[in-house]
């Protein structure tokens, strides 16, 4: 149960698309990532680990003058607060297709009283 939640998730189930992040490591590596969110972004599992998910905003390796601002503005105070946050996020498939994540942030707990982790849940938006 989290204890002040922020953003309402309703239902997740295992079809959702998830990355869980460490926050205790420099650069806040992919340490887990579902098949759900390979067939959304058309990274391997393997592909993703160990890296910022930055990659995504990033076609080619190049930053992207398409990811907005003021989404990554958000996303950097949650992180620095350890906070939750949900945002609309261009991202980029490793195809080069362009997408709008509707991403949503969420510190955890793991055995310890303070969060260790960040899970992450992404979704394509469609319309």
Not at 35 to 45: D, H, K, M, Q, S
Not at 58 to 75: N, Y
Request: aromatic share 8%; hydrophobic share 45%; glycine share 6%.
């Amino acid at each position: 149960m989290r204890p002040s939640p922020v953003v309402h998730l309703g239902p997740v189930d295992a079809s959702c698309a998830i990355v869980v992040c460490d926050i205790e490591q420099a650069d806040l590596p992919v340490v887990y990532a579902n098949e759900a969110c390979a067939e959304l972004t058309g990274y391997t599992r393997a592909e993703m680990l160990g890296r910022n998910c930055r990659f995504m905003q990033m076609p080619g390796g190049q930053r992207s003058k398409h990811v907005e601002k003021s989404a990554l503005k958000a996303m950097r105070r949650a992180l620095a607060a350890i906070a939750e946050v949900a945002v609309e996020i261009t991202n980029f498939k490793k195809s080069g297709e362009r997408f709008t994540n509707v991403l949503t942030l969420i510190p955890i707990c793991w055995d310890t009283p303070a969060p260790k982790y960040y899970i992450g849940f992404l979704a394509e938006k469609t319309a």
